[in-house]
């Protein structure tokens, strides 16, 4: 049976539904909040376990009420708990996201996915040896993403980089990269530069596309999703849908472009699959909501 391991971050969202952002300095009433499980290293690893493959998440929890209930959540997913930690003298993460009709802000406190360094990945390294995919985003220590990328290439497994909150690449993690996945605004961090338009933009990653030995995703919001393949961009159109909440649709997409990976997928078909799979994700509310199954997501291909 094909193995993905995720390493990544498990949070408690405190998700708070307003009309509209308070601009600095202002108060408005909010209409609603909901507690929901979160987290990106959660989040993709359920997106990837609803497609029915078998997955381990590598990461960290406080020892408190959060933490025993995203377990408990978790275990429910079919998710491979073994990997996680609970850390007793900490809190677990926290993500508090303003949800507006349009569109979503994010503050996150990380708490035990702090902890979550070095000796988390040689302590589950016999997960990530046998995988056939090994997915990781951002909201761990950078030394431990590097570190674990690292090991996963040294044991020949597929590897891919959701770098998500953007924080500045080492080299070290670029080069055990086979795939990266930013959005827009990442991969102009990444770059360092602001695009005027999608053809410049599209250069932009034909640009990196040279620099680099990596497979170049860039998720697009409405227009779809763009990809570099023998020297030139193609972008996979994202599918029309009732936007509900966008929380968690990235997420969707590297969780489920790893299991395409893993099934041995062409990069077009991994692209389009994970792209349906984030545009239905957002017709439900929460990062988790809206995610869909193998069943589900087979009648939409």
């Given at each position: ?14 998700v708070v539904t307003t ?92 708490g035990a996915n702090e ?134 649709a990235g997420d969707t ?49």
């Open positions: 049976m094909k193995k993905i391991v995720v390493l990544g971050s498990l949070n408690m969202d405190m009309e509209r952002l308070p601009v600095i300095g202002e108060t408005i009433h909010g209409e609603h909040i909901h507690y929901m499980m979160g987290g990106k290293g959660a989040n993709q690893a359920v997106a990837a376990s609803r497609m029915g493959i078998s997955t381990s998440l590598i990461g960290s929890v406080g020892n408190d009420t959060f933490g025993e209930k995203i377990l408990k959540n978790l275990s429910e997913e079919n998710i491979d708990l073994s990997t996680i930690n609970t850390e007793k003298n900490t809190f677990t993460g926290i993500a508090t996201v303003f949800n507006t009709n349009s569109d979503n802000a994010i503050v996150v406190i990380p902890f979550c360094e070095k000796h988390s990945v040689d302590q589950h390294i016999d997960k990530i040896k046998p995988a056939d995919v090994f997915l990781t985003q951002l909201e761990t220590p950078m030394e431990t993403v590097e570190y674990a990328l690292k090991k996963a290439k040294e044991f020949g497994v597929k590897t891919i980089l959701n770098p998500a909150p953007f924080k500045e690449l080492p080299k070290g993690v670029i080069d055990h990269l086979d795939y990266c996945t930013p959005n827009e605004s990442e991969f102009e961090s990444m770059v360092g530069r602001k695009f005027d338009n999608s053809d410049d933009f599209e250069a932009g990653m034909l640009e990196w596309s040279k620099q680099h030995d990596v497979n170049l995703i860039v998720t697009r919001g409405s227009l779809g999703s763009s990809y570099v393949e023998n020297g030139n961009v193609y972008t996979v159109p994202s599918m029309k849908v009732d936007v509900v909440d966008t929380t968690g997409f590297n969780g489920i472009l790893a299991y395409a990976i893993a099934e041995g997928l062409d990069l077009q078909e991994a692209v389009k699959m994970a792209g349906k799979g984030a545009s239905l994700s957002i017709t439900a509310f929460g990062a988790q909501g809206g995610m869909p199954t193998i069943d589900t997501l087979k009648k939409y291909m």
